[in-house]
Each structure stands twice: as structure tokens, then as C-alpha cells.
């Protein structure tokens, strides 16, 4: 089993800056792809940006230019900071990643996620 646990998130003005962090732990074998995604009120989870095992990226037109996903493989752990923050950046954000965890069988694939953290954003 593998958790994942975000820190970072916090309350900042509009055009301030955040770092996100997730940690994984567990029986990790690999981490093939760490994503995050936000949630804001009465709107449906959406994906903020994807990171793969060799670095390759891609983000959701809003945050493109503001937000950069990056991971320390060694340390399973996954990173977002967070520019020129917006109002309407204002969501839960929650990490994801997926790849392959070792079982009492052998080695099997994971999708978890984080409990999620809180980032809001005033005037």
C-alpha cells in the first residue's frame, strides 16, 4: 500500500507564490506518473499538472506559465510551486501518483491519492 501526503498549502495574497509538496511511502517499487489536481466548491476535481518518471510534464492551460510540477525520485516525493497566484486558483489540491508497489505476492500496480490540502488565495 502506498500513501501519499501533501503539505505547503496555505493562505496567500493574489499574486503571491506556494509550494506544494507530496510525499509517498509504503512499498514502493516504482512511481510511474505523480500528478496534481484542485478541486474548488461545487466544481469537479480537475487535473493542474502531471510530472512522468523521466520528467516529462504537462499542465492545464490556466496554470500554464505560473505553476511548475517537478519530483525528486530518490525521495518518492512530488513538488508544485505556485506563481502569481489567482483568486480563482483558490481549490483543495490533491496529489496522485501511480506505479507499481511491492505485494506479499509480488509486484503489483497502485493508483492512491493524497488527503488533500487547502490553498486559498485573497485580494
Known amino acids: 500500500q502506498v500513501q501519499l501526503v501533501e503539505s505547503g498549502g496555505g493562505l496567500v495574497q493574489a499574486g503571491g507564490s506556494l509550494r506544494l509538496s507530496c510525499a509517498a511511502s509504503?512499498?514502493?517499487?516504482?512511481?510511474?506518473?505523480m500528478g496534481w489536481y484542485r478541486q474548488a466548491p461545487g466544481e469537479q476535481r480537475e487535473l493542474v499538472a502531471r510530472i512522468t518518471s523521466d520528467g516529462r510534464t504537462n499542465y492545464a492551460d490556466p496554470v500554464k506559465g505560473r505553476f511548475t510540477i517537478s519530483r525528486d525520485n530518490a525521495k518518492n516525493t512530488g513538488f508544485l510551486q505556485m506563481n502569481s497566484l489567482k483568486l480563482e486558483d483558490t481549490a483543495v489540491y490533491y496529489c496522485n501518483a501511480d506505479g507499481a508497489t511491492v505485494a506479499s505476492f509480488g509486484v503489483t500496480g497502485f493508483s492512491s491519492w493524497g488527503q488533500g490540502t487547502q490553498v486559498t488565495v485573497s485580494s
Open positions: 509504503g512499498s514502493i517499487f516504482s512511481i510511474n506518473t
